[in-house]
């Protein structure tokens, strides 16, 4: 399974931005996907989980109420819709996929590259 992460980029406090997470190759093995953020300096932390199916999401406290994960199954692509983005959410948004041992937190198989998300103040 390849994943493509874009949309990133520059914004300021207040405004939104839509990464998406394009899927390719065996995805009938994915159980789930979701984005992941690395800020400068700190770990790589949980943001939006979602089944594969669609049916289920999944949100790290510091986003819910504004973000929102969703997928396009024609498509084989997730999306991360954020809004009210604050300067703490200044990071590189990792996608990802995982399989059988999936979990909304972990058990990822398959990671994207990476993009950017600048919030100004």
């Known amino acids: 399974v390849q994943l493509q992460a874009s949309g990133g980029g520059l914004v300021q406090a207040g405004g939104s931005l839509r990464l998406s997470c394009a899927a390719s190759g065996r995805t009938f093995s994915m159980y789930g996907m979701g984005w992941f953020r690395q800020a400068p300096g700190k770990e790589r932390r949980f943001v939006a989980a979602i089944t594969w199916s669609g049916g289920m999401t999944y949100y790290a406290d510091s986003v819910k109420g504004r973000f929102t994960i969703s997928r396009d199954n024609v498509r084989n692509t997730v999306y991360l819709q954020m809004t009210s983005l604050k300067p703490e959410d200044t990071a590189v948004y990792y996608c990802?996929?995982?399989?059988?041992?999936?979990?909304?937190?972990?058990?990822?198989?398959?990671w994207g590259q990476g993009t950017l998300v600048t919030v100004s103040s």
């Open positions: 990802a996929g995982g399989s059988r041992n999936w979990s909304p937190r972990t058990g990822y198989d398959y």
